[in-house]
Nanobody, 127 residues
Framework: QVQLGESGGGLVQAGGSLRLSCAVSGRTFSNYAMGWFRQAPGKEREFVAVISWSDGNTAYAGPVKGRFTISRDNAKNTVYLQMNSLKPEYTAVYYC????????????????????WGQGTQVTVSS
């Protein structure tokens, strides 16, 4: 089990940028997949992006491809989500999640597949 803590959310105008951070602590997580998800009011939690902690491979949801960038800093045990060209429909609570992969290179996108979650950080994009 790992502990996750998101930060960096806030209010931004459409077209602006934000960088979310997810501080990771706990057991050794070198073979984890680290995902970002978001949940808007009245909607299901949806996949945004995922990164392999060991080799940095990434995958993105179609709507955010080219706008968002997921990265990690091994020295700081932190995963980032750089969000550019934000739209009002991106308003949601953004969550960081961790999935132990036990030797595989899998980059899961299903929320139900993840083991550990942070408390979330609110992102509000005004029009």
């Amino acid at each position: 089990q790992v502990q996750l803590g998101e930060s960096g959310g806030g209010l931004v105008q459409a077209g602006g940028s934000l960088r979310l951070s997810c501080a990771v602590s706990g057991r050794t997580f070198s073979n984890y997949a680290m995902g970002w998800f978001r949940q808007a009011p009245g909607k299901e939690r949806e996949f945004v992006a995922v990164i392999s902690w060991s080799d940095g491979n990434t995958a993105y949801a179609g709507p955010v491809k080219g706008r968002f960038t997921i990265s990690r800093d091994n020295a700081k045990n932190t995963v980032y989500l750089q969000m550019n060209s934000l739209k009002p429909e991106y308003t949601a609570v953004y969550y960081c999640a961790a999935k132990a992969r036990h030797g595989s290179a899998w980059l899961p996108s299903g929320a139900g597949l993840y083991d550990d979650w942070g408390q979330g950080t609110q992102v509000t994009v005004s029009s």
